[in-house]
């Protein structure tokens, strides 16, 4: 297996960080009709941050965007997690401070909520296409290099990628892979298409080739994102249950459905455990149909706690479907 690696820069801290209040325009959307021809550092970069994450006497160093207004930050989990103190730094060389506001360390993404407003960038949800131009925007390698911008095109899509995490191997399911440059400290940062809206946040790169990166794809947090700028936390509706594209299922010959969301493992006393079993395959939402991990979260993440919902599967290849009332799981 090819090594993976996490694109945030971890170092001991050196030097304190001190908060300042940017000089920018505030809660305003940053918008324009194609990033050729355009000084992308003064028209995206104040609505990109430089994070880093203080923990005792070590800083790890990625990066954000914000994409609402009232200062809500995207970002990965890993560059924030376990975090005492975050600090944001600024394209104009100021910084301020920032909240956990939501975390999902399965899918490596969590919201942050700045200290003060900034200007922002929209979220596109489009289907997205092999070949179409994209942009990278981070802070690799050090502080002197934020902000940098790099260059690509999407080199596939619905990439998985098998991940070691502290409880075992997992899958980082339906991303985005790309060419643009990717180095520690691009964690968190935005892709961005040739409109410079977000299409996605980049999460890891493979260590031993060249210009393969991904990314997480917006579709699969707009839906809870939406929640949390509406009602300013949220908690994540909570089903049980853990697992995979079924593609992959059924490419490693664990069953014969090639597509929907393929149930690895339930847990115990969970509102699925009364319904589901391992080895299931969920096909279908309220009627809204589930091809893989992307659709399942998408849909589930649109209801909340003491929500009743009605899931179709495969079980021992026949087409069931169950009631179930979903509990509250809070992510952060």
């Known amino acids: 297996m090819k090594k993976l690696i996490p694109i945030m820069l971890s170092c001991i801290l050196l030097t304190s960080c001190g908060n300042t209040t940017a000089n920018m325009i505030c809660g305003q959307p940053i918008t324009i009709e194609h990033t050729t021809g355009v000084d992308l550092s003064d028209t995206l970069a104040p609505a990109i941050v430089g994070v880093g994450a203080i923990s005792g006497s070590y800083q790890s160093l990625g990066a954000g965007v914000c994409i609402s207004d009232n200062g809500y930050i995207l970002?990965?989990?890993?560059?924030?997690?376990?975090?005492?103190?975050?600090?944001?730094?600024?394209?104009?060389?100021?910084?301020?401070?920032?909240?956990?506001?939501?975390?999902?360390?399965?899918?490596?993404?969590?919201?942050?909520?700045?200290?003060?407003?900034?200007?922002?960038?929209?979220?596109?949800?489009?289907?997205?296409?092999?070949?179409?131009?994209?942009?990278?925007?981070?802070?690799?390698?050090?502080?002197?290099?934020?902000?940098?911008?790099?260059?690509?095109?999407?080199?596939a899509l619905n990439r998985t990628i098998p991940i070691t995490s502290t409880s075992g191997e997992a899958y980082m399911q339906n991303l985005i892979q790309h060419d643009a440059s990717l180095n520690p400290g691009n964690s968190g940062g935005p892709l961005l298409n040739d409109k410079g809206e977000v299409i996605g946040i980049n999460t890891l790169k493979i260590s031993s080739g060249e210009g393969i990166g991904f990314a997480i794809p917006s579709r699969s947090f707009v839906t809870i994102l939406q929640k949390v700028i509406k009602y300013g936390s949220v908690s994540a509706p909570y089903l049980g249950v853990y697992g995979y594209d079924s593609e992959i299922a059924h490419f490693n010959h664990l069953t014969s459905i090639s597509s929907g969301f393929y149930i690895e493992d339930i847990l115990d006393q969970s509102p699925a455990s009364q319904h589901l079993a391992i080895g299931d395959t969920i096909v279908a939402i309220n009627n809204i149909p589930i091809s893989n991990a992307s659709d399942f979260r998408h849909e589930l993440y649109k209801y909340s706690h003491g929500d009743s919902i009605t899931v179709e599967y495969i079980h021992d290849n026949i087409r069931q479907s169950a009631t179930i009332i979903l509990t509250k799981k809070y992510a952060k």
């Open 75 to 155: 970002t990965n989990s890993h560059v924030i997690n376990s975090a005492d103190n975050i600090v944001l730094h600024l394209s104009d060389g100021n910084t301020t401070t920032a909240t956990l506001v939501y975390e999902d360390t399965v899918l490596d993404f969590a919201i942050i909520r700045s200290k003060i407003n900034l200007p922002y960038l929209k979220i596109n949800t489009d289907d997205l296409v092999v070949g179409q131009s994209v942009i990278a925007v981070g802070t690799p390698i050090s502080l002197m290099l934020k902000h940098t911008f790099t260059k690509g095109i999407i080199s």
